[in-house]
């Protein structure tokens, strides 16, 4: 138990060590600008002790209440099996309740191990008043979508402008002791900087974070100990603006210009929103740990010396950080202030990427490209395209204003943004999925969405002082994100509305009417239910089909994590004779997919399982449920490898020799001609030729019923004929009776993100060799 305990304490310290790196290099960062901020507009005007201690109270109680209170002590326990953000919060209330819009869920997601938190269950708030209103009107669902989007889209826009802010903020202290230096050498200083901090990001976020996290750690021991110096040095009477009393001083005395500056006090909470956003690239204790322990204590000291100093100052308040520090230390410490701007981009950088990749999942974002950067650690991830918008936006913002003030305005009203909607997800995760009472989602959503909106109506102000470009990126993006989720929809409602029907498949018989070739088709589709019209067509322009057919369905279920016991769902459609089967394959919005030999191997074992699994059952309940023509139960199959596989996978080594007694090996149905073809076409195909072979074999077993062990054959031996993927090549349009916003949002818009994305094939890792596509026109 020792060991244990120590190993887990241990790996506690460990993340949040790596943690400093990640999560809080942006809001370690923020005394570089705060005070500036705050008293760049109309406040310069109040050059009195009481305004520096009052703003310095007001910088002290929104630290306390929002990071520490709301999101240390509250917003970190919503975790989805630990993975946080705004869509984390909006996957466990589709969970709890069905909010969601995805068309695909079934009844037998909710049977995941992962699906609902250890301790609730579903049932609880069902009667709930408002859970019936919410499902009930699509139009509050839609709403909740929208409100989820916005959030993440200013999570986005958060990712433009903390780098921008940050490395500008840093770089100008160079001003301080080079007073020739223009502000033109500032922008393009930064501008390289910004460029260099973009282009490490594909090292991934576990080598960024141990090689910035020193970085963060000395910057906060720095900026603690100045803090503690100028207290000292300067006025230590400025502990007693710890009292919320001084507050109410600064305003009676500044009135509207004290409320107006609140958009600068607002900056010493950006980065807030990281920690939770950034917690699957860690754990809630370990950012808990590392924010109490340094974070906190170190940011109070600096705020508290600041303070101090311009107490006695006020004419350096344009460069208080930098003139605060002693001259004997300055040089050091810039270097470590510009050093931690540049960590303290990567907070959210690393968060925007979680978040494409969750709104891809859920299917609010277009197919792009994922780079899983460590194989151990979950949810690490690097996607290129995301990147490098990110980076020409954010050189656009630096070059475009220049300026920290404006560049503030813009950011406090993103902050704040997501801190209200996060705030407002939070109050119906207290309901629906912790199943408080509605009294303490009241209290929670009054008291933090009070102060909350008090800081975002100050920041509204400052709209056209560069406040609209927040604005105006999320208003881009959440274009983008709807109008990929609207036409995702309507392309999997016209699937269903065109499904080939049952009774016309058994009119066909066994051989479908068709050719039955050697090996396995795999027809993917999206839809859980139905044969789509895509066999049809092909069918009709093409008679002919493979002796085993598989329709796939790889679906997102919004869950982080789905167990690889529990990924497969197998049934069977059709009679048995017509060898058809149905397989969903579920990821979670943080899964890695499978290569595809890997893949197609598993999907063969866990077939054959669930053909032994359905004999079994056949016997256990009599021959009256042996029917099975239509759409049959599905069934998860919880172990494709182990003990219990009907078959044996081994390496093949390319031989044809036949095994011996105790199994039998299954040859390819291929003639001699088509496999010497395949032979000559590997040896011109690398790429072809390095996947892993395997060769299933059927161990001899002589209880073995006989229609059973004939299905298995024919499986294995459809296997080693060759497997071949068939995927839709869809035009959508919009149906010409369609509203001209319609017309627009599919024809144009959708259309345009669909040419200039990842194809499904690829995003799918479908091997192009193998790739049968099938044209179709969908009109929505």
């Not at 007693?240 to 507050?247: G, V």
């Not at 309507?490 to 029907?501: A, E, G, H, P, T």
């Not at 899964?591 to 054959?608: G, M, Y």
Request: proline content about 4%; overall charge positive.
């Amino acid at each position: 138990m020792q060991v244990r305990s120590k190993i887990y304490y241990k790996n506690i310290l460990l993340l949040a060590y790596q943690s400093f790196g990640v999560v809080y290099g942006d809001l370690s960062t923020s005394p570089l600008y705060v005070f500036k901020s705050t008293f760049s507009d109309r406040l310069h005007k109040f050059h009195d002790e009481d305004a520096i201690f009052g703003a310095f109270s007001l910088i002290f109680w929104t630290l306390t209440l929002i990071p520490l209170f709301k999101y240390v002590f509250i917003v970190l326990s919503a975790d989805d099996n630990g993975e946080g953000g705004t869509f984390a919060l909006y996957s466990l209330l589709c969970r709890h309740a069905k909010f969601s819009l995805l068309p695909n869920q079934q009844a037998a997601d909710e049977e995941l191990s992962t699906y609902y938190r250890p301790g609730y269950s579903s049932g609880i708030v069902g009667a709930s008043s408002l859970k019936r209103f919410l499902e009930k009107h699509k139009k509050s669902r839609t709403g909740l979508l929208v409100v989820v989007l916005f959030g993440a889209c200013m999570v986005i826009g958060d990712g433009v402008l903390t780098p921008a802010i940050s490395v500008l903020s840093s770089i100008s202290g160079l001003q301080v002791r080079t007073h020739k230096l223009d502000n033109g050498v500032v922008v393009v200083i930064s501008c390289v900087v910004l460029v260099g901090l973009f282009a490490l990001q594909h090292h991934g976020t576990h080598k960024v974070a141990f090689m910035f996290a020193p970085i963060v750690i000395v910057w906060l021991l720095c900026i603690g100990t100045i803090g503690i110096y100028n207290v000292v040095v300067w006025n230590p009477r400025i502990f007693r603006a710890l009292s919320p009393h001084y507050i109410y001083k600064f305003f009676k005395a500044t009135g509207k210009d004290g409320w107006i500056s609140l958009g600068g006090v607002v900056l010493c909470i950006t980065g807030t929103e990281a920690m939770f956003a950034d917690l699957g690239h860690f754990t809630n204790i370990s950012i808990r740990v590392a924010f109490v322990g340094l974070i906190y204590p170190s940011l109070v000291l600096q705020y508290m010396g600041q303070a101090a100093f311009l107490s006695k100052n006020f004419s350096d308040i344009h460069t208080s950080f930098y003139k605060s520090i002693p001259e004997s230390v300055f040089w050091p410490v810039f270097v470590v202030a510009t050093l931690a701007a540049i960590v303290g981009s990567q907070a959210v950088i690393s968060a925007t990427f979680s978040i494409v990749k969750q709104c891809h999942a859920l299917g609010c974002f277009p197919r792009v490209k994922v780079v899983h950067t460590s194989k151990r650690i979950y949810g690490q991830i690097y996607i290129p395209e995301i990147n490098w918008i990110l980076m020409v936006l954010c050189l656009a913002i630096t070059i475009g204003f220049q300026d920290i003030t404006v560049i503030g305005h813009a950011y406090g009203i993103a902050c704040m943004t997501v801190m209200f909607i996060t705030t407002a997800l939070m109050a119906l995760v207290i309901i629906f999925v912790w199943q408080r009472s509605i009294f303490w989602a009241f209290i929670f959503l009054l008291f933090f969405g009070c102060i909350e909106c008090f800081y975002l109506s100050a920041s509204i102000i400052k709209v056209p002082q560069g406040g609209w470009v927040p604005l105006v990126l999320s208003a881009v993006f959440m274009a983008v994100m709807y109008i990929w989720h609207y036409g995702t929809r309507r392309k999997y409602l016209f699937d269903v509305q065109n499904k080939v029907s049952m009774k016309w498949i058994l009119t066909l018989g066994p051989s479908l009417g068709i050719v039955r070739v050697p090996g396995i088709g795999l027809i993917y589709t999206e839809l859980v239910t139905g044969v789509p019209a895509i066999f049809s067509h092909f069918v009709t322009n093409l008679p002919a089909f493979h002796q085993v057919l598989v329709f796939i369905c790889v679906k997102s279920v919004p869950v982080p994590y789905v167990p690889a016991e529990e990924r497969y769902l197998v049934g069977r459609i059709g009679p048995k004779a017509y060898r058809m089967y149905r397989c969903i394959v579920r990821y979670g919005y943080k899964d890695v997919p499978k290569d595809d030999d890997v893949f197609e191997n598993q999907l063969i074992l866990s077939i054959a399982e669930f053909i032994q699994m359905e004999a079994e059952e056949t016997q256990s309940e009599g021959p009256a449920s042996s029917s099975g023509l239509l759409d049959g139960r599905m069934a998860v199959i919880r172990a494709p490898v182990g003990p219990g596989t009907r078959l044996l996978m081994s390496e093949d080594d390319g031989t044809d020799e036949v095994a011996g007694e105790a199994t039998s090996t299954i040859r390819s149905s291929k003639s001699v001609t088509l496999r010497g073809l395949q032979a000559l076409y590997e040896q011109d195909s690398p790429s072809v030729s390095r996947r892993r072979r395997v060769r299933f074999e059927l161990p001899e077993c002589h209880n073995l019923d006989p229609n059973v062990r004939d299905e298995l054959l024919e499986l294995v031996e459809a296997k080693h004929s060759g497997v071949a993927y068939i995927m839709g090549h869809s035009y959508i349009k919009a149906r010409r009776t369609s509203s001209f916003i319609k017309k627009f949002a599919i024809d144009v818009a959708y259309s345009f993100l669909r040419k200039n994305c990842r194809g499904p094939a690829v995003a799918l890792n479908i091997p192009h060799i193998s790739l049968i596509e099938v044209g179709m026109i969908y009109y929505v």
